[in-house]
């Protein structure tokens, strides 16, 4: 199984940095979990929020934001649409169900009607 993830929303932050005290290179985003494999591809419903600083090259833990940051970031949270999540199945599940479905009518055919064959 293979992992991505969705950007929704990336938008750089002007605050100062609670590690370093820069106020550039923040960069606030927004991300969607999606897992694909050979039988589906399915996407989360829930999304992941980081804060990263690209001058000190850490994570901004929410344990570490300021009231300045918490704004900011409240206001990007409303901007973004509200995905759901869903599952798709790919061509190679759809082969799979279609030959046990050819398997199963087969044993029916060949158990039930034995005159036929």
Not at 12 to 30: A, G, I, K, R
Not at 59 to 65: D, L, N, R
Not at 83 to 88: E, F, H, L, R, V
Request: glycine share 2%; net charge positive.
């Amino acid at each position: 199984m293979k992992t991505e993830y969705i950007i929704l929303k990336e938008a750089p932050l002007n605050n100062n940095c609670p590690e370093c005290y820069s106020t550039e290179d923040m960069v606030l985003s927004f991300k969607q979990k999606k897992i694909k494999s050979k039988l589906l591809t399915a996407t989360k419903s829930n999304i992941i929020e980081s804060i990263y600083c690209n001058k000190c090259e850490n994570q901004i833990f929410p344990g570490q934001w300021t009231t300045d940051i918490e704004r900011v970031y409240d206001y990007h949270k409303k901007t973004i649409p509200q995905p759901s999540g869903k599952i798709q199945f790919t061509w190679f599940f759809y082969s799979i169900l279609f030959i046990i479905f050819l398997l199963v009518t087969g044993a029916y055919i060949y158990f039930y009607y034995p005159d036929l064959t």
